[in-house]
Structures are given as structure tokens and as C-alpha cells.
């Protein structure tokens, strides 16, 4: 007589096996579970006091990161030049590329700080839209007036001939 390998494995394991024809969830008992979700929650806005903690924080660790990885660098570089194994050299390599990494992110901790306190400031907000008043001015002279004027504030600019008035 000629036995599976699952029978194989229930002899050797000394486990009975499911009956052939029961379904996995007869043998198990398995009931259904209706899972019910509380309905959908407002986001909650985080308040800007707590963001700019939060970015600070990030920006305290990546800098404690960068600190310590500048000081396991150095060792490793040493245990590198000692060994003058390749792993010690890759590693190093993989070290450099991770540090310069924290210190890109450091800069981008930096920039969204700055556009959060920025966003939240009244004064760098109407900066930013410009000037809520325009004024025009107008002058009433002659042409000859005017351009005598501009020549004032421009101090005294050589002139290019207009060859407008020649054929050519």
C-alpha cells in the first residue's frame, strides 16, 4: 500500500489527520466575524506649535546622528587603513553615503521649519501677496521734460544713435 507524504507526516509527527472530505472550516470550527469599524473621524489638525516641536526634535536627532556617525567614520576609517580589507572600505563608503543623507534631510528639516513659522506669520504672509495699495503718479509735462528728468536720475549715460531714419 502506497501512502502519501501528508500520511508520512502525520505517522512521524503523531498527528491525526482532517478527514478528506470535511473543509477547513468544519475541522477548525471556524465561525464568521463580522468586524464593525467606528464611522470615519474628522482629521484633526495638528497645531503648529506642536509641528514646529515635532520638526525640532527631528532636526536635535539628526544632528546627534550626524555627530555620532562622524565619530564611527573616523574609527572606521582607521580599521580600514589597519585592515585594508575591502568590507572595511565598503562600509565606510555605505557610512559617507548615509551621513551626506541626514545631512540633506537636516537642510530639509531646516526649509520646512522656515515655510511653517513663515506660513503662520501675518507679516511674511502680506510680503508675500504684495502691497494692498497702489499708487499711480502722474505726471503732466512734455515729453522733453520728462526725458530731461530720467536723464538726472540716470547720470550722464552715453547716447546710441538711432539709425532708424537712414535708408539702408
Not at 102 to 130: C, F, H, M, Y
Amino acid at each position: 500500500m502506497k501512502t502519501s507524504i501528508d500520511e508520512k507526516l502525520d505517522k512521524n509527527l503523531n498527528i491525526a489527520s482532517p478527514a478528506k472530505n470535511k473543509t477547513v472550516a468544519t475541522v477548525v470550527d471556524a465561525k464568521p466575524v463580522v468586524a464593525t469599524f467606528p464611522p470615519d473621524q474628522p482629521r484633526r489638525v495638528s497645531n503648529s506649535s506642536d509641528t514646529i516641536e515635532d520638526y525640532k526634535k527631528s532636526r536635535t536627532e539628526l544632528k546627534r546622528v550626524l555627530e555620532l556617525g562622524g565619530n564611527a567614520l573616523e574609527e572606521i576609517l582607521i580599521i580600514a587603513a589597519q585592515s585594508e580589507q575591502p568590507r572595511a572600505y565598503e562600509v565606510a563608503g555605505q557610512l559617507i553615503k548615509n551621513l551626506t543623507e541626514a545631512s540633506d534631510r537636516l537642510l530639509r528639516v531646516q526649509r520646512e521649519i522656515r515655510d511653517i513659522e513663515e506660513k503662520d506669520d501675518p507679516n511674511t504672509i502680506a510680503a508675500k501677496q504684495g502691497p494692498k495699495e497702489i499708487h499711480n503718479t502722474l505726471i503732466l509735462q512734455s515729453t522733453t521734460e520728462l526725458q530731461k528728468i530720467i536723464d538726472k536720475q540716470m547720470g550722464e549715460l552715453p547716447r546710441i544713435p538711432n539709425d532708424s531714419n537712414k535708408n539702408g
